[in-house]
């Protein structure tokens, strides 16, 4: 069993920054890449970066160059830094750890990024 916690959402304007964090507890040696999903009203679930345990990273096209996704093993946290945020950044942030056993999902926090 995994439990994700994020947090780091908030109401930011256009080109602002935010930091995301997901802190993993539970069966943590079970994890090994933790990703990033936002759904935005009306939209389907969608990726915005994984990283793996080794810090091999992935990123949608519509972040490159403006979204930066870590981890803190030591922690068992990932980060996502937000950078030059944009009014189609607006969504509600999922932490998601895949596992043997089946994925496991954050509560999710709400990112508003006004023009």
């Known amino acids: 069993q995994v439990q994700l916690v994020e947090s780091g959402g908030g109401l930011v304007q256009a080109g602002g920054t935010l930091r995301l964090s997901c802190v993993a507890s539970?069966?943590?040696?079970?994890?090994?890449?933790m990703g990033w999903y936002r759904q935005a009203p009306g939209k389907q679930r969608e990726l915005v970066a994984t990283?793996?345990?080794?810090?091999?990273?992935n990123y949608a096209d519509s972040v490159k160059g403006r979204f930066t996704i870590s981890r803190d093993n030591a922690k068992n946290t990932a980060y996502l830094q937000m950078n030059s945020l944009k009014p189609e950044d607006t969504g509600v942030y999922y932490c998601?750890?895949?596992?043997?056993?089946?994925?496991?999902w954050g509560q999710g926090t709400q990112v508003t990024v006004s023009s």
């Open positions: 990283i793996t345990s080794g810090g091999t990273t």
């Open positions: 539970g069966s943590i040696f079970t994890i090994p890449s």
């Open positions: 998601k750890a895949p596992t043997v056993v089946g994925d496991y």
